[in-house]
């Protein structure tokens, strides 16, 4: 693949993320316009066509919890987390729901996923002079966080199961490397034995990315609750949503007062200690504000009762589709190391080339499935402002250093990402398809792929 061709999968994937599914809404709902009319002539049968939009998943349960616990913020006049004329405590009630849920002891809710990763890396006391093993296709928050910590993001290659593959990730490891965020990406965990094997042999930190995996996980333990510290986005494109919001949980209380307080100028609120089993030994640093609101805490809260409904749909749909394509020569469903952990956000395959990758997206688009090339995140190394290692300041030290200086990225970092992307087909899943859905799409792979 040129250089050129690379750069272009970035941009299309780009454009997937934010733009397939408002282009899939828009030709579906064309497609039932269609459906509607033939119904009026007499001897067609109506809806011969189901909808196959995947939809946003966390919109299509909005129901009147969200808006009774809406109200309940807007007639408090309490929409601030700490204080207000109400007793505020959304917030509050949301976080201790998502570490009982997550299976961890504390939850910190914030203002987004990014924001999330920025506390997580704070906490670690990651900066100049460290580095930091990132997947080479992922969301640019993962490589964001990590430069703006002042350390040095390393890309480690995809394998099959579209995570980061174990055998790259110890290759990267240096004696300054302090962690390595593990994304669990579209819809399925990493290979987390083999991840947290590597990684307390080698003695360096885990943050699990679990933005594209909310209530995922693996081997019955929640994402997120595995590594050090799980981080969660809450934006549309995700499971549960309140349009923008994120979380990070965590076990260890020390990291977590760092978390708390980084996201709130540096300071600690007492709900926090409380929490940790306080007082606090510890010094107030120079942090952000990333607190989450009390609308954000209240949409939150009535979504989180209906993840495990989202996830049990998805996840049932992707299943069947999975069994129905099992044996289609010239596929290879993706690796999955915990295939009962998946989300089903979509169905991923395989299949000889590039040239053959397209020409199944084009004939499944023409059957209306919602087909692309993996989607949602990007091929980082191949970006331009990451090639030219710019930054909000010529002299950022994590590009001053002397590995900072040698360090190349392009596409010689990671070319089995590359061959990876290249080879995928990506269908989307939706949290309301019905088995007829479901057929239709495994029939169209047969056909198609067959
Ligand atoms: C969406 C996403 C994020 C960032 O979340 P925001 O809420 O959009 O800031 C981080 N990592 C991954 C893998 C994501 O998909």
């Excluded at 030219?388 to 040698?406: I, L, V």
Aim: glycine share 10%.
């Amino acid at each position: 693949m040129s250089h050129t061709e690379a750069q272009n999968h970035a941009g299309n994937t780009n454009l997937n993320r934010r733009q397939f599914l408002t282009t899939a809404a828009m030709s579906a709902a064309c497609v039932n316009v269609a459906a509607a009319a033939g119904g009026a002539e007499p001897g067609t049968r109506p809806m011969e066509t189901p909808n196959i939009d995947p939809g946003f998943v966390g919109p299509q349960f909005f129901d009147k919890a969200e808006e009774e616990a809406l109200l309940e913020v807007l007639q408090s006049a309490s929409p601030f987390r700490y204080w207000g004329p109400g007793r505020p405590t959304k917030v509050l009630r949301f976080e201790e729901n998502f570490a009982k849920y997550m299976g961890t002891r504390f939850a910190l809710g914030v203002t987004s996923g990014t924001a999330a990763l920025d506390c997580a890396i704070a906490a670690l006391g990651v900066g100049p002079g460290d580095e930091v093993i990132v997947p080479a296709y992922t969301w640019w928050s993962d490589y964001t966080c990590v430069v703006h910590a002042g350390a040095l993001p390393v890309f480690a290659d995809i394998d099959a199961s579209l995570n980061l593959d174990p055998k790259d990730l110890a290759r990267k490891i240096t004696p300054r490397t302090k962690a390595v965020i593990a994304v669990h990406l579209l819809g399925g965990p990493c290979d987390m034995d083999a991840v947290m094997g590597i990684a307390r042999e080698r003695r360096i930190a885990v943050v699990e990315d679990c933005a594209q995996c909310v209530g995922g996980s693996y081997r019955g333990k929640k994402l997120g609750s595995i590594g050090d510290a799980g981080i969660y986005s809450f934006q549309i494109n995700k499971m549960m949503t309140s349009g923008e919001g994120g979380a990070l949980v965590s076990g260890d209380p020390v990291l977590y007062e760092r978390a708390a307080r980084f996201h709130d100028m540096g300071m600690i609120n007492r709900l926090f200690l409380e929490r940790t089993g306080g007082p606090s030994q510890m010094k107030m640093f120079a942090g952000e504000n990333f607190r989450m609101n009390e609308f954000t805490g209240a949409v939150l809260g009535a979504q989180l009762i209906k993840l495990d409904t989202m996830v049990q749909r998805m996840r049932a749909s992707a299943e069947s589709i999975y069994e129905g394509i099992r044996n289609v020569a010239g596929l290879r469903p993706r690796h999955r190391p915990d295939p009962g952990g998946d989300i089903g956000f979509g169905v991923f395959f395989e299949v000889k080339d590039k040239a053959m990758r397209d020409r199944c997206i084009a004939g499944l688009r023409q059957k209306k499935v919602p087909a692309g090339t993996l989607g949602g995140s990007v091929l980082l190394p191949l970006d331009e402002s990451v090639i030219n290692k710019r930054t909000r300041h010529a002299d950022w030290p994590s590009f001053t250093s002397a590995e900072g200086r040698a360090m190349q990225y392009g596409a010689g970092c990671c070319r089995q990402t590359l061959e990876v992307f290249d080879r995928f087909v990506q269908v989307r899943v939706g949290a309301k398809y019905t088995q007829r859905i479901n057929e239709q799409i495994i029939s169209a792979i047969r056909e198609v792929v067959g």
